[in-house]
C-alpha cells in the first residue's frame, strides 16, 4: 500500500512533470524495500504523468512480489514457509523465487561452494540471525551445522523445491536485490537512459546520459559516506558487498566477528579486505559474486575470477582496490580516483579493456593502514 509520504512524492513529482517545460527533465522514483531503499531515474518518453505513476505502480508490485516470496523476515513468506518444513517432500514455489534459486546453482559451481543460499544456519549460529550473540561457537558445533550446509542438498526443478536434509535453511538475501534490479530493468527496458539502485545494488542503461557511480570508503571507524571511487558506469551492473558495518562482538574478548561466512569452512571472514564490488552485465552476477569474493583473499578470488568469469567479470576490492583515474592511466592518490567505464561495446570487451589498463594496480592497504 502506498503511504502518505510516498503519495505526497509522487504527487510533487507529478505535479512537477506537468508543469515542466516540452524538454523532458529526469525523474527519480524512489522508496522502501528489502530493509534498505529504491531509486529508479529515467526520461519518461511523453508528457503524461500517468506514465510515472504507472512505473510507480509497476516497481512496487514487483517489489512486493519479490519481498513476498524471498524475505526471511516475512514468517507468511515463501522462503519462511519452506525453511520452516520439516519433511523432504516437493514444496511448489513461484516463478521468481524459483528462477533466483536455479540461478544461484550457477553461481554454487563456478565460485566452488564459495557461493551457498544453504548458508543460513550457520549465519544464525555466529549470531548474525534472530539468536543474541555471546561468543563465536566452538569448532565442535560449526562442524555439527556443516552437515546440512551445500548447495547439493536442495532440488529444484518445474517451480518445485525439495530439501534432502530436513533441516535445511536457504537465504536468498544475497541474491535478491540483484534480481530485483535485473527485473525492473527489464521491465523498464524501453527507456534509453535508465538507472535501477536497491541497497546500492545497480544496473544502468546510458544512451545520452552518463551515470557516475560513488563506492564508499570502508572502515570500521568511521561511519562517514566518504567516497574511495567514483566511476562512469555505462550499460553495466555494479553490486557491492562489505564486512565493516555489520559484525559481532564477543563479551568476554571484545574480539570482532564480521558477518560473511565461509560456506567451506563455518568461519567468519578472517581476511583484510573490508569491501568488495563487482562490475558485471546483469546485476545478480554482481550481486552474488560480491558475496562469494568477500570470504576469499584477494590472490584467491582473483584466482577464481580469471579461471571462471574472465570475460564477464571486474573484482574491485578495498581495502584492496584497483585505482584508475578517468583518462585510463593507473593512479596511486588523489581524491578523483575512478574507472571511466564508457560502453559503447559489449560489457566483456570494456571490462577486458579495464583490466589490461589497470593489470598490476591492485593496491594493498591493510586495515591497521587507514
Request: charged fraction near 25%.
Amino acid at each position: 500500500m502506498m503511504t502518505l509520504a510516498n503519495r505526497l512524492a509522487l504527487l510533487l513529482i507529478l505535479l512537477l512533470f506537468s508543469c515542466s517545460s516540452p524538454q523532458k527533465e529526469i525523474v527519480s522514483i524512489k522508496g522502501s524495500t528489502m530493509g534498505t531503499t529504491y531509486n529508479v531515474k529515467f526520461f519518461p518518453l511523453t508528457n503524461n504523468p500517468i506514465e510515472i505513476e504507472d512505473n510507480y505502480i509497476l516497481i512496487e508490485k514487483i517489489l512486493k512480489d519479490i519481498n513476498q516470496q524471498m524475505s526471511t523476515y516475512i514468517p507468511s513468506s515463501e522462503i519462511s514457509t519452506f525453511n520452516q518444513l520439516e519433511s523432504t517432500d516437493w514444496f511448489v514455489i513461484s516463478e521468481d523465487f524459483s528462477n533466483v534459486v536455479e540461478q544461484s546453482f550457477k553461481y554454487y559451481d563456478l565460485s566452488d561452494g564459495q557461493y551457498d543460499i544453504t548458508v543460513m544456519p550457520l549465519v544464525n549460529l555466529w549470531g548474525f540471525g534472530p539468536d543474541i550473540f555471546e561468543s563465536p561457537p566452538s569448532k565442535a558445533m560449526i562442524d555439527s551445522v556443516k552437515t546440512f550446509i551445500g548447495q547439493h542438498l536442495i532440488d529444484i526443478e518445474n517451480q518445485k523445491i525439495r530439501k534432502k536434509d530436513s533441516r535445511v535453511q536457504i537465504d536468498l538475501s544475497s541474491i535478491a536485490k540483484g534480481y530485483a534490479v535485473d527485473k525492473i530493468f527489464n521491465a523498464l527496458n524501453r527507456y534509453d537512459d535508465l538507472f535501477i539502485e536497491i541497497g546500492g545494488e545497480i544496473r544502468t542503461k546510458s544512451k545520452s546520459k552518463d551515470w557516475k557511480i560513488g563506492i564508499n570508503t570502508p572502515s570500521i571507524t568511521n561511519f562517514e559516506n566518504d567516497i574511495e571511487l567514483i566511476i562512469t558506469l555505462n550499460n553495466l551492473s555494479i553490486a557491492t558487498s562489505g564486512n565493516y558495518r555489520k559484525f559481532s562482538l564477543d563479551s568476554q574478548t571484545g574480539e570482532r566477528y564480521v558477518h560473511t561466512i565461509n560456506p567451506i569452512t563455518g568461519f567468519t571472514s578472517k581476511n583484510n579486505i573490508l569491501s568488495v564490488s563487482v562490475i558485471s552485465e546483469d546485476c545478480i552476477t554482481s550481486d552474488a559474486w560480491a558475496t562469494a569474493l568477500l570470504s576469499l583473499d584477494l590472490e584467491r578470488g582473483r584466482t577464481i575470477i580469471d579461471q571462471k568469469e574472465s570475460n564477464s567479470l571486474m573484482y574491485l576490492p578495498l581495502d584492496k582496490i584497483i585505482q584508475q583515474s578517468a583518462s585510463g592511466r593507473s593512479s596511486d592518490n588523489g581524491s578523483n580516483r575512478g574507472a571511466n567505464l564508457q560502453n559503447n561495446r559489449s560489457a566483456s570487451d570494456v571490462i577486458n579493456s579495464i583490466k589490461e589498463q589497470s593489470r598490476g594496480s591492485f593496491s594493498g592497504r591493510d586495515r591497521g593502514e587507514r
